[in-house]
């Protein structure tokens, strides 16, 4: 399986569980988006170029052993019109993005409204 059938059906399974518990096209969510910068100059370039694209980012700091470190870079948006293929478009978009900076995309995730955090 390739990465974007994996991604597509990691994405479908999100979507599957948000529609489970309520959330609907009109359901206003905040999405976090999660990056993984194998440099903090890349850690650094992407969050310059996805806040550049209108999604401030923030370097969560540096994780993993000495020799394998990685860098979080989590950004996000609210909106009030999720689908699966806007869910399906941010995944491509957020892979480019690592793709260029030498990250890996991690996925996403949300607080539904009116559930309790897990």
Excluded: N
């Amino acid at each position: 399986m390739d990465d974007s059938t994996a991604q597509r059906r990691r994405d479908q399974a999100l979507w599957e569980a948000w529609t489970t518990h309520g959330v609907t096209s009109a359901t206003q969510l905040t999405v976090d988006y999660f990056l993984y910068a194998r440099s903090r100059e890349g850690a650094e370039g992407l969050a310059a170029a996805l806040a550049q694209a209108g999604f401030p980012a923030a370097i969560r700091g540096a994780r993993g052993f000495l020799w394998m470190r990685r860098w979080l870079v989590q950004t996000g948006e609210t909106s009030a019109h999720w689908s699966f293929e806007k869910l399906q478009e941010r995944s491509a978009l957020f892979i480019r993005y690592a793709e260029q900076f030498q990250a890996d995309y991690d996925g996403c995730g949300a607080a539904v409204p009116g559930q309790a955090p897990a």
